[in-house]
Structure formats: C-alpha cells, structure tokens
C-alpha cells in the first residue's frame, strides 16, 4: 500500500487528463506545476494523457516525470472520442505496472479524465477529481455533461474545486455532498511574474488585456469600452495580447474610431511572453462573463499591475479590493470602474509594484496547493474502496433512465476488465522501476 | 470574524469546510411566468390557425384538380381576404402593395412553365415531397415564439417549394397560377389578426372550415384532424400546467453573465 516515509505518507499517484504539455494553458500548466510540487515532496506521479501528431508512447519531462502519450488521437475540442472499453486494457495495464495508488483527473470536459478514473475504480484504486470550470444547468450540452459527471463522481473518493463558487456549482452539477469536495486555489509561479516598473512609460496611461478573444471572455463588452475610454482620456493606451474569433470586432472598432495608434492588437502570445507584455501596463482589465478562478488576473496583479474585472464567478474571491477592482459585466458600470482607477493612477494612488507582488507570491503558491492537495490524498488512502454493488446503487441514484444504463456500462467494463485479466494476468505484468527512488536509495 | 468568501487569506479551517452561507446565492425559478388555462387556451389557436391553413391549402388542390372548386372563386377569395387585411390595417403601407402586385404579375408570368414542371416527375413522388414539406413547415413554423426548433427561412422554402411540387400538377395556366397565390396567403405573407374575440372568432372558423371539407373527402381524417385540433387546443395547454410546479431552474453566481447593454 502507501509508504510511510518519516511521518508522511508517500503515495503513488497517476494524473489524467486530455490536456497536458505540448499544449500550453492553465490545465495543463496546473497538472504539470502541481505534479512537479508533489514530486519534489516525495511522491511518485506519473500522467496519463493522449498523443499529439507524432508524440506517442513514454516521455519524461523535468525531474523525472513520466508522461504517457497513449495512441488515441484527439477528436473533438481535443478530448478523445469517448468509447470507455477500448481504453480498459491500456490503462489497466499502466495503473498495474506503476503501481499506482491513487488517479487524479483534471477537467470535467476530458473523456480520458473520466474514462482512467471508471477503470481505476474496478481496480480498487481510489480517484480523485479536480473541476477547473463552471457549468451551467440550462442547455442541452450541459445538462448532458452534467450527467456524465454524476456518473463518474458518485463513486469517487473527494473533488477538489478552484473557488467557493466552483465548489458550489460543482456540488450542484454532480449531487454532492458538499464535505467531500475541498477548495483548493490554483497557483501562479511568482517568480515568473516579476514587476518592472522601468518598462512603463510615465507619459501614459497603457490598459493591458490579455485573453483568447472569445464571446466567453466578453470581448464583445471590451469593444463597447475602447471608444469610449479613448475619448474620455487621450493619455490612456490599450494593449490587447491574444486572439480569437471575436479579433475582427476589436479591429472594426479600431478602423472605426480611428484607434490604430492607440490601441495594439498583439495577437497570441506564448506563456513565455506573458510577462513581458504585462509589465508594459498600469492597469489590467478582465472582462470575462464566466471565470471559476481566473489566473491571468494574478499573474497581472504579481507583475503590479492595478487589476479591474468584472464580477462573475470566483472572481470576487481571488484578490483583496485594493489590488482589485470589480464591476457588473456591464459596458457603464466597467467605465466607471476605469474612470475611477485611471484617475487613482494619474494621482499614483496604487499601492507599490513590489508590495504587491511580495503580498500575490505569499497567496498563491505551487508549494501551498501541493500541500492541501496532499491533505486530501491522505484522508483518500483511508478511505474504503467500494464493492462493485455498493457502486451500482449509486449509479442507479442518478436516475431512473440514467441510473440502469450506467450500470449496464459498469457490468459490462467489469466484464470485459474480467476477460483482460485472464489474458493478461496481473501477476505477469512487469512493475516499472522508480528510477527517483532508486537515485535516493542510492545515495543513502 | 466570520468565515468570508476568500482564497487570498488561510481562514484556519479544513478545505472540505462548508459554512452555513454555503448555497445562499442560489436562486430557483428567477424567470418562471405561471400560466392559465383560458388564455393560453387562446394563444394555442395560432398553432392550429396555421396547421388548418395548411390543410385548406391542400384541400384547395385537391378540390381544384378534382375540378369542385374553381380557380377564379380562390382568386377571388385572396383578393377578399387582402382587401380586409388592408382595411383593417393600422399602417396602409404603399411598398407592401408593390411588393403585392410584383409578386402577382411575376406568378401570372411564370404560371405556364410552372404547370408543366414537374410532367417526368412520377405523382407518388410528389405527393411524397409534398406532404413532406409541409410537415416541415408545420414543425418549423414562427408560432411567435423564441424556441431554438422554430426557423422562419426554413418553415417558408419549406412551404414554397410544397406548393410548387402541388401547383405543377394542376390542369391550366389558371388553376397554377391561384394556387400560387393562395400559398403566398398561406406561407408568406398571412394576414394577422389582432389578439381577443376576433383571433377565438378566426381559429374556431378555420378549423371548422379544414375538418368540414375534410369530412367531405374523408371521414376517418376528419375525425382525426378534429381529435389533434382538440388535442392542442385543450389538453397541451393544461398538461403545460399541470407540469409548471415541478419546474426547477437553477440561477447563481457562476452563471455566464449576459450582456445587457
């Protein structure tokens, strides 16, 4: 089972998800922060996700992390296309081979997350779900996807939410009970954010946004406000990184009011140039119309800048009110909200770039969420696996129709996990070295 | 100090804490209208005003190339019904009888090449098309209501293209060419009538009209075009009622926002 080095347990944990490096965003960078965090704590993690092009089979990233890329290829929104029984044997015989104690997926909208998380239950491996997003009640797609997640968390051990918010929306999604999931924020690399104040030009007055440009992210709102701040304030600037669908209304509204040397379309930007683009501003504006936690307004306030948002989701609990001003997502009431912090700034009201940044690095930290993330892990390995009848009347809680076909599903994984077993039988399945703790051993 | 709604500051509590303010912004039910019988009675009536204009249109072919009915009374019964329309009409609008009159001379233009259109075209086919599009029509008709399912550009093409499989069929230039015309009535262009007795008045004619003529031709659909025009009429709108109670929508804070500006 678990070790137990000093006083802490050391567990074995496989990360899934469809969204991992080479892709760049804040999934991705979560999974990859958080499981370099745990290894450097001791734990053995491994990740499990999907190829890309060519990128197939065993690869290891920094510090010895071992990512596979199974040979399923991306199908829609790169999530692979959901068959449940064709990824059995495959994850079985990874979850085998690395002897792993517990699966942690990430993101409700990865097939693969859900599908490794099915699988490792049957294997008496105990799951844990990390929800990165908000979801409504109201569509079809989401109704639809709402099932789907009461499904797969009806036996899981705990969910970790990123806000108050997601916590809420998330026990609503699933039927919860709200003691099984925790909230844990995510994380900023402080250290990459770094204020420098010497970039800013003391003449004006730059607005930085950066984000896909997408109905989601309210550009259409950012639209409405670039006129008008324009007019208002001829020392005001706006620097828009970024791109999307939604490019072309920012550039009307640029050719239109004649904007072109007052507003900088950057198009998008690598994480690498984030930063850059962010220490040339005074004030960050968010117009975002659903966030559960929103990152981007933490790396801008840990580079010093002013940040402005609008008041949706887990945004409000994110930073203090002096770091951050909210407004309604409403083209008046984000205005104001400018009017009011550009006439701060002119009078140099913000508080400190440094001071600001010192106070963001002690909130947010990789270190920290590892941690709470590992609290949780402990309190899981107590826990019980369930027997496959206590699992299938939970699934049959989750609905009358819905209920009797997820148990047929799980009867017929269960199966088909009985047919792998006699193919290929655990007791043959070679264990892969840990090259980490044989390096340690070695040196002790 | 109580327990506040923040990730910046380690309030001293589990992760798993849950505090009694959990769920208080959660609002059920914000934007729910409660209906009531009798007036939602009423508005059924502007489905089945359009499902029995539909079937008069049919009956008006059927009963043409059956040579019952003759092309000049359904001319003049559009003229009649226009001529009403622009009586009762608020706005005498000069461009709409433009748009009329263009409409009407290009359709007596082009009725010789439409009744022999579809001469190769085997009559089954037709009939098939036929009663297929206007199934089409019915289901994607603009009943004046915001449902994702309803389309107007595909409801009318549905529509015109059903009636110029139909008009085709018929034996002279004339019979085509009334026949188009009663399809723009039908499809395009329907006259409104205002909300209150007269639209009661409207509804109970025209589907008395459609099951009448109906019953002429065959009983056994009559009686069934009844039993669905009583079925929408009545049942639908206390069946909607019955089930408004359990109507459970779930509003919060992690709702997109929408913008209104």
């Known amino acids: 089972m678990t070790e137990f080095q000093g006083m802490r347990m050391k567990h074995n944990i496989c990360m899934v998800s469809d969204f991992f490096y080479p892709n760049m965003g804040g999934v991705e960078s979560h999974i990859y922060q958080l499981a370099q965090c745990l290894i450097e ?44 029984f064709t990824t059995l044997p495959v994850i079985r015989a990874i979850l085998v081979r690395e002897e792993i104690h517990i699966v942690h997926g990430h993101s409700a909208f990865s097939t693969l997350a859900h ?13 844990v779900f990390t929800d990165h997003s908000l979801f409504g009640f109201a569509d ?25 918010t ?28 770094l204020p420098d104040p010497s970039r800013r030009d003391p003449s004006l007055i730059n607005v930085v946004v950066i984000s896909r440009l997408v109905y989601r992210k309210g550009t259409d709102l950012l639209g409405n406000i670039i006129p008008e701040i324009c007019k208002a304030h001829p ?8 791109d999307g669908p939604k490019r072309i209304l920012l550039e009307e509204v640029r050719e239109k009011h004649e904007l072109q040397d007052r507003v900088r379309l950057l198009g998008a930007l690598d994480h690498s140039q984030v930063q850059d683009v962010l220490v040339q501003g005074d004030i960050f504006l968010n117009t975002s119309l659903t966030e559960a936690f929103c990152i981007a307004i933490v790396e801008a306030a840990a580079c010093g800048l002013h940040v402005i948002s609008t008041k949706v989701g887990g945004v409000p609990e994110v930073l203090p009110a002096d770091l951050m001003r909210l407004a309604e997502p409403r083209s008046k009431d984000l205005i104001q909200a400018l009017n009011s912090a550009i006439a701060d700034c002119r009078a140099d009201k913000f508080p400190c770039p440094f001071e600001a940044h010192r106070r963001v690095s002690q909130m947010y930290t990789w270190h920290n969420v590892a941690c709470r993330t590992e609290v949780v892990y402990d309190r899981v390995a107590q826990d019980q696996p369930l027997c496959l009848t206590e699992r299938l009347k ?49 040196k002790n | 100090m109580g327990w506040k709604k923040i990730l910046y500051e380690d309030q001293g509590v589990a992760d798993n804490y849950t505090d009694k303010s959990f769920l208080d912004e959660l609002r059920k039910n914000v934007n729910t209208r409660t209906y009531e019988f009798w007036p939602t009675v009423a508005e059924s009536g502007v489905i089945t005003q359009h ?79 036929t009663t297929l599009m206007l199934l089409a029509n019915v289901l994607f008709h603009d009943y004046s209501a915001d449902a994702p399912i309803t389309s107007q550009p595909v409801s009318l093409n549905c529509g015109v293209f059903a009636s110029v499989c139909l008009a085709s069929r018929l034996q002279s ?39 009448f003529l109906i019953g002429h031709y065959s009983p056994l659909l009559a009686g069934l075009y009844a039993v669905f025009c009583l079925f929408v009429t009545f049942l639908c709108p206390a069946w909607l009622i019955s089930l408004q109670p359990s109507k459970n929508t779930i509003h919060g804070p992690w709702d997109e926002a929408e913008i209104k500006d």
């Open chain 1, 394 to 442: 939970r699934y049959r809680e989750c609905g009358p129709v819905s209920g009797w076909l997820f148990i047929v599903i799980a009867i017929v994984n269960w199966l088909l996990l009985l047919t792998v077993e006699f193919v290929m039988p655990r007791d043959l399945i070679e264990v892969a070295p840990d090259c980490r703790r044989l390096n340690n051993k070695k």
């Open chain 2, 51 to 129: 499902t029995s204009s539909v079937c008069l249109f049919a009956l008006a072919y059927v009963y043409m190339s059956g040579s019952l009915l003759s092309p000049h009374l359904v001319l003049l019964a559009c003229a009649l019904l226009y001529l009403l329309n622009w009586i009762s009409a608020k706005e005498r609008d000069f461009s709409h009888l433009r748009m009329l009159a263009a409409f009407t001379f290009s359709g007596y233009a082009v009725s010789p090449v439409l009744s022999t259109l579809t001469r190769s075209i085997s009559t089954d086919t037709i009939y098939a098309m």
């Open chain 2, 173 to 211: 230039h004339l019979h085509t060419f009334a026949l188009l015309v009663l399809a723009v009535v039908v499809f395009a262009q329907r006259p409104r009538v205002p909300r209150g007795k007269l639209h009661v008045l409207a509804t109970v004619l025209l589907n008395a009209a459609s099951t």
């Open chain 1, 41 to 84: 704590r001791g734990h053995k993690v491994i990740v499990i996700t999907h190829m890309y092009d060519q990128r197939k089979g065993v690869r290891y990233v920094s510090n010895g992390l071992k990512v596979y890329y199974l040979p399923f290829t991306p199908f829609y929104n790169q999530n692979v296309f959901p068959t449940v």
């Open chain 1, 166 to 193: 997601s916590k809420e929306n998330t026990v609503l999604r699933a039927s919860l009970k709200p003691s099984m999931v925790s909230v844990i924020p995510n994380a900023v690399d402080a250290d990459m954010f």
């Open chain 1, 235 to 242: 020392d005001v600037q706006f620097i828009i990184g970024g």
């Open chain 1, 115 to 127: 599908e490794a998380m099915f699988h490792a239950k049957f294997l008496g491996i105990r799951t």
């Open chain 1, 140 to 164: 079809v797609s989401s109704i639809l996807a709402n099932k789907v997640l009461q499904f797969c968390l009806s036996d899981s051990n705990h969910v970790i939410c990123v806000s108050h």
